[in-house]
């Protein structure tokens, strides 16, 4: 069967700092939370072991996949579970040695015992792998394991077909050449075909509505992340700077809500150099969020969560784009960039680099840009081209294994190229490119398995090696 990728899919309602290392692991432990009741033997688990592999293992403490388990087991939801609760749940699971399974059986549960970092080990299918273990009172046990392959994506070893129900959509597609053909037969522009397509799911009315409710979260993160001072959890001492260069840009004044906000962006001008500050400085917000235990929607991941809301943003502010019409088909087509990468390639930094997170998410970005700039089918795919194009090989290094640096910077550089990439195609005859996307995604691919392994989301090699600190210990 071939992957069927909704716009749910691709942007998901989340907490940081990882869609990988985070919300995969936390859906991971719902899922085999679920089997336990679905079992009906909840309530004989007297323990709970949890084993982290790979990149899990190697990077999730800075990336709270600890705690993204540990909150998955106990049945919160990364939708609705409270932000400000994260730290507090967690220390009190830590202290009071007890673990709440599923919101009802409460059990012994040793921190340091029973979740244990499996450094040396890796599994084959993938890096991001965690193995849970419910040992009952009659001697028997229950295990499960899980891959986070990206994206907040989570496929149960042994499951070949996939939990989700295949659908008979009007337009499949597995490509970039299938999406344009599509265009092409139809006269469809690309966000018109994806919104088609999600009918097979779901009403258009809740599709616009889910969407809708996918910017708000995007909106109230960038406003956050904007009015938000102090420095981000970890250990790294790193200090906010959007909330420092939202206030030089609009001279200090506070604003109440978003749209009073977004109005005095608009009244500052659009002279260069203020337009990229405040690109810099929309990304830097998401992704200071994100760092921070923060409510992000992945773009297609946590990591590279803010290059998407950031030329959204950037589309809103300046020009005019503030409108439920434009937010959507911006989205839809974002979406469906994506989901060629993640069929194609992938969008996992521990399969692929950075240029599975950022590089995807510039494409993504840059083609939905485009569009909304009155860009054809073909100079949209154009874009997405150009941004990874210039993306491929980026390794993912993070220092500390926290997702801070060099990510919050690579969310502004990755928004830059995206606006960079639609200005070059929509000047330009997409007819006469010597490239096609389906090139470059086939190009990451090759070039994400070429690429050594310690340039993986493993913190093993690049600025994480040549910048040497010492981190307390969680």
């Known amino acids: 069967m071939k992957e069927q990728i909704s716009v749910f899919d691709m942007f998901k309602i989340g907490i940081g700092p990882s869609s990988s290392h985070t919300l995969g692991p936390w859906r991971a432990a719902q899922l085999f939370t679920q089997k336990l009741v679905a079992n009906d033997v909840l309530r004989q688990t007297e323990a709970i072991k949890i084993l982290l592999y790979g990149s899990l293992a190697k990077t999730g403490m800075g990336h709270g996949t600890d705690i993204a388990v540990l909150l998955g087991l106990s049945g919160d939801d990364p939708v609705t579970f409270a932000v400000d609760e994260v730290a507090p749940k967690i220390a009190r699971i830590k202290q009071q040695c007890r673990l709440t399974l599923g919101g009802s059986h409460e059990l012994p549960f040793q921190y340091k015992d029973d979740l244990l970092f499996l450094y040396g080990e890796s599994l084959p299918f993938h890096p991001n792998a965690v193995t849970f273990q419910a040992l009952l009172t009659d001697g028997t046990a229950v295990s499960e394991t899980y891959y986070s392959i990206g994206g907040g994506f989570v496929v149960q070893e042994g499951d070949k077909g996939g939990s989700k129900q295949e659908v008979d959509l009007p337009f499949p597609i597995q490509n970039a050449h299938d999406l344009l053909m599509g265009c092409m037969r139809t006269g469809l522009k690309i966000?018109?075909?994806?919104?088609?397509?999600?009918?097979?799911?779901?009403?258009?009315?809740?599709?616009?509505?889910?969407?809708?409710?996918?910017?708000?979260?995007?909106?109230?993160?960038?406003?956050?992340?904007?009015?938000?001072?102090?420095?981000?959890?970890?250990?790294?001492?790193?200090?906010?700077?959007?909330?420092?260069?939202?206030?030089?840009?609009?001279?200090?004044?506070?604003?109440?809500?978003?749209?009073?906000?977004?109005?005095?962006?608009?009244?500052?001008?659009?002279?260069?150099?203020?337009?990229?500050?405040?690109?810099?400085?929309?990304?830097?917000?998401?992704?200071?969020?994100?760092?921070?235990?923060?409510?992000?929607?992945?773009?297609?991941?946590?990591?590279?969560?803010?290059?998407?809301?950031?030329?959204?943003?950037?589309?809103?502010?300046?020009?005019?784009?503030?409108?439920?019409?434009?937010?959507?088909?911006?989205?839809?087509?974002?979406?469906?960039?994506?989901?060629?990468?993640?069929?194609?390639?992938?969008?996992?930094?521990?399969?692929?680099?950075?240029?599975?997170?950022?590089?995807?998410?510039?494409?993504?970005?840059?083609?939905?840009?485009?569009?909304?700039?009155?860009?054809?089918?073909?100079?949209?795919?154009?874009?997405?081209?150009?941004?990874?194009?210039?993306?491929?090989?980026?390794?993912?290094?993070?220092?500390?294994?926290?997702?801070?640096?060099?990510?919050?910077?690579?969310?502004?550089?990755?928004?830059?190229?995206?606006?960079?990439?639609?200005?070059?195609?929509?000047?330009?005859?997409?007819?006469?490119?010597?490239?096609?996307?389906?090139?470059?995604?086939?190009?990451?691919?090759?070039?994400?398995?070429?690429?050594?392994?310690?340039?993986?989301?493993?913190?093993?090699?690049?600025?994480?090696?040549?910048?040497?600190?010492?981190?307390?210990?969680?």
């Open 191 to 474: 966000s018109e075909l994806v919104l088609e397509n999600e009918q097979a799911w779901r009403s258009e009315a809740e599709t616009k509505e889910g969407i809708l409710h996918l910017f708000e979260t995007i909106r109230d993160c960038i406003y956050r992340g904007c009015h938000t001072t102090g420095s981000l959890p970890g250990g790294l001492q790193v200090e906010r700077r959007a909330h420092k260069l939202n206030k030089r840009l609009i001279s200090g004044r506070p604003y109440a809500d978003f749209e009073s906000w977004i109005g005095a962006i608009r009244a500052g001008g659009n002279s260069f150099q203020y337009t990229l500050d405040w690109v810099s400085c929309f990304a830097l917000a998401v992704n200071e969020e994100n760092a921070s235990f923060g409510r992000v929607v992945t773009a297609p991941t946590n990591g590279a969560a803010g290059v998407i809301p950031a030329v959204l943003q950037y589309f809103i502010a300046f020009h005019d784009g503030l409108c439920e019409d434009h937010v959507i088909r911006f989205i839809a087509t974002a979406s469906e960039i994506g989901s060629i990468f993640k069929k194609g390639a992938t969008i996992s930094a521990a399969m692929g680099g950075c240029q599975a997170e950022i590089g995807v998410s510039s494409a993504m970005a840059a083609g939905a840009l485009t569009e909304r700039l009155g860009g054809s089918q073909r100079q949209v795919l154009m874009a997405a081209e150009i941004a990874m194009e210039h993306h491929l090989g980026l390794t993912c290094d993070p220092i500390g294994g926290l997702v801070q640096i060099p990510c919050i910077e690579r969310n502004t550089m990755g928004a830059i190229k995206a606006i960079t990439a639609a200005q070059l195609a929509l000047q330009s005859n997409p007819d006469k490119a010597k490239v096609s996307l389906d090139a470059v995604v086939k190009t990451m691919w090759e070039t994400a398995q070429d690429m050594n392994a310690k340039y993986k989301e493993t913190a093993d090699g690049g600025l994480a090696v040549n910048i040497p600190l010492s981190l307390p210990e969680c």
